[in-house]
């Protein structure tokens, strides 16, 4: 069983004590020594305080095994502990050194096809693997023991990014001990995924196996039961070298490891219980019109994990290397967007990485000090961004955001929603899921997330863009906070299926049925791409529903001509609304911020410019101007710009893509 060691849980605060943690991934191994000295000089001068060492390092620590080679880390131990800069110390289990694969290839993983995914990138080990566990404890035991106690050492920093599947035999094996603790007997197991159907029953546990390559559709109650196992099983992996760097340290150094935004593979939920601090790598198209939304979101979610101050461990100074196209951001855009993260909770802003690198993968992809070096605009706006940090951490670290919307996320939902033989493949969870917090956000409104069986009872609106899959205790969770007086708002797709991604029956769960006055749901309508539905309010995309309502519900929108006309294409029952297509974005902004004021709820500051955006945390107003046109923001009183130290009474202006930081 998973469970958090006895005593005190270290928190973010540890490290920050005080101060916005600033720096990023430094991997002085790609260097020769001559640069440290000059790294540490361009540190200092960018207000730099905290660098993570060694993500990569695994081949450079142990470069045969069972061989120990510290020093080079010793030496950049005390570096940064005599230049005042703290140290995140990673441990290297992300990349095992390509000995660990040649000497014992059932590390490595394989995919549903059955090849191999051999070294020579990274990620490639098997989560499932006694061999690489072993190795993986051992080098952690070894660094943990060495440096458990350094001075330098402010957080610790588990593996990278874990996102590996593997459909090998030793993982079809640890699959077939996870099914047997969840289900016990193959009786149960053949009721939960509904083997009866295409002759799928299994008599003995060696048949069961991975979902691996088919003929045709796989077992939907197998595939999502699969990916429950993978999370499971990387999380394993964390909590084992979580708990070796505990017992060689301070209680007070926290531990994390790093999330990827909206990743599939983690449930990012149970994830967050288990650790002291919650992180995510971060990484906007600086040329997508609606970036800067895609940040908040992945900041609101992570926050919400987080409850309260969170860490944003990775983002780009500039481009990245891995898109089609590689675009660098336009001035003022990194700092708008690092402050944004400050704005929606981050206590940490860091980067991958320091210095660009000259060689591998990533060379194209940008630092902190990029191939222009000390001159370059890109380290210049780190050293403008660095200052700033430095003058508002005091005020900031520690403070908490308080919001009224609570937008409902889950991860079992969306591997159930996931299958392949679904009504529409072009219903895609996170689509669903950015266009609903795009309208509110656009709207001003502020938000949190939560999942379905979270205590709800603080917020006034919860929105529900799409939950395909709720346990019976989450649909109670959502009649109770309607009956408690708050307002819910639900898209389509939602109660469809239980845990098991059974189709409850009617095709809807009869207690949501009931709650937003759908009598029958006779059909889905799904859209093609580009398709929309006519209704006597707004175009309807992505899909629509053949619906009959209860008479004391209220179609508040109308389908109108085709199949549908005259029926709810959003349906009212007393403080519960059923979206039963996908307004276009203006008219689910509209929609949404009606329903928001309904409930009591209201943006930060009224008649704001689309183009900006305002976050209160605790006592400070953020405003953030993601156009690149100057505009003025009316005020409340009078206030104090925590970067500038200027008093700004009644009028606020801010400059293309300009950010002030406002105490009353």
């Known amino acids: 069983m998973l469970a958090s060691p006895p005593g005190r849980r270290a928190a973010l605060a540890d490290a920050t004590r005080g101060r916005i943690l600033f720096g990023g991934d430094y991997n002085p191994e790609q260097w020769p020594e001559e640069t440290w000295q000059e790294d540490v000089r361009l540190m200092k001068d960018a207000g730099v305080n905290s660098v993570t060492l060694g993500v990569f390092s695994w081949a450079k620590l142990e470069p045969r095994p069972g061989e120990r080679h510290f020093g080079w880390l010793d030496t950049l131990m005390d570096l940064m502990h005599e230049n005042g800069i703290g140290v995140v110390l990673a441990t290297p289990t992300s990349s095992p050194p390509p000995w660990l694969g040649r000497l014992h290839p059932e590390t490595l993983p394989r995919d549903e096809d059955g090849r191999t995914e051999w070294w020579g990138g990274r990620q490639h080990f098997s989560h499932s693997s006694a061999v690489y566990r072993r190795y993986a404890a051992a080098i952690t035991e070894d660094l943990a023991a060495r ?11 588990i593996n990278n990014e874990y996102c590996t599947y593997d459909y090998g035999d030793e993982a079809a094996a640890r699959f077939r001990h996870w099914l047997r603790a969840r289900y016990g007997t193959l009786d149960a197991l053949n009721s939960a995924w509904g083997t009866a159907f295409w002759s799928q029953g299994y ?64 449930d990012a939920w149970r994830w967050a219980e288990e650790e002291d601090v919650v992180s995510v790598d971060l990484y906007p198209d600086p040329r997508d019109p609606f970036g800067a939304q895609h940040g908040a979101l992945v900041q609101d979610l992570t926050r ?34 690092s ?22 993968a990533e060379k194209f992809h940008s630092g902190m000090v990029g191939h222009a070096g000390e001159q370059g605009r890109t380290y210049q706006e780190i050293k403008r961004l660095g200052a700033e940090l430095g003058r508002i951490g005091a005020e900031v670290t520690g403070s908490h955001t308080s919001n009224d919307i609570a937008i409902l996320h889950d991860w079992d939902s969306w591997w159930a929603g996931a299958h392949e033989g679904r009504p529409s493949t072009l219903v895609d969870h996170t689509r ?32 529900v863009p799409q ?24 898209g389509f797709l939602t109660g469809i299926a239980d845990e098991q991604d059974r189709v409850r029956t009617g095709g809807m769960d009869a207690r949501l049925r009931a709650l937003f ?6 059909e889905w309508w799904p859209l093609e791409e580009g398709e929309s539905v006519g209704t006597d309010a707004f175009p309807g995309t992505l899909w629509s529903e053949e619906i009959e309502k209860d008479e004391d519900a209220s179609a508040e929108v109308a389908y109108k001509g085709g199949e549908l006309d005259g029926m709810p294409a959003v349906l009212r029952k007393g403080r519960a609304h059923y979206l039963s297509t996908l307004p276009e974005p203006d008219a689910l902004r509209a929609l949404l911020a009606g329903i928001a004021a309904e409930a009591g709820v209201h943006p930060v500051l009224p008649a704001l410019p689309d183009q900006v955006e305002a976050v209160r945390r605790g006592e400070l107003l953020f405003l953030l ?22 008093v700004v009474e009644g009028r606020c202006t801010l400059e293309r893509h300009g950010v002030v930081v406002l105490r009353p």
């Open 432 to 463: 669903v899921l950015t266009a609903w917090h795009r309208a509110l956000w656009r709207a001003h409104l502020a938000t949190d997330f939560a999942r379905p069986d979270h205590d709800l009872s603080a917020y006034k609106l919860v929105v």
């Open 304 to 337: 919400s994990q987080a409850r309260g101050p969170w860490m944003l461990m990775e983002q780009a100074a500039g481009p990245v290397n891995w898109r089609g196209v590689n675009h660098p951001k336009p001035r003022g855009l990194n700092r708008l967007w």
């Open 625 to 646: 101007n993601h156009g690149r046109d100057t505009v003025t923001v009316d005020l409340p009183g009078s206030h104090r710009d925590l970067l500038t130290g200027t």
């Open 467 to 490: 939950a395909y899959a709720l346990t019976d205790t989450a649909i109670d969770n959502l009649l109770a906070c309607v009956r408690a007086g708050g307002t819910l708002v639900s």
């Open 147 to 157: 440096y458990g106690r350094h001075p330098a050492l402010t957080l610790w920093h």
């Open 203 to 266: 008599g003995d546990w060696e048949e069961v196996l991975p979902p691996r390559h088919a003929h045709y559709l796989k077992n939907p109650g197998q595939v999502l039961d699969f990916k429950r196992f993978t999370s499971d099983m990387l999380l394993e992996c964390y909590v084992a070298e979580r708990d070796i760097v505990r017992r060689h340290t301070p209680p007070h150094v926290p531990v994390t490891t790093n999330f990827m935004p909206l990743w599939a593979g983690q």
């Open 339 to 360: 402050l944004q993260a400050v704005a929606r909770g981050a206590d940490a802003v860091c980067y991958f990485q320091w210095r660009q690198s000259r060689q591998g």
């Open 517 to 522: 006055g759908i009598r029958t749901l006779h």
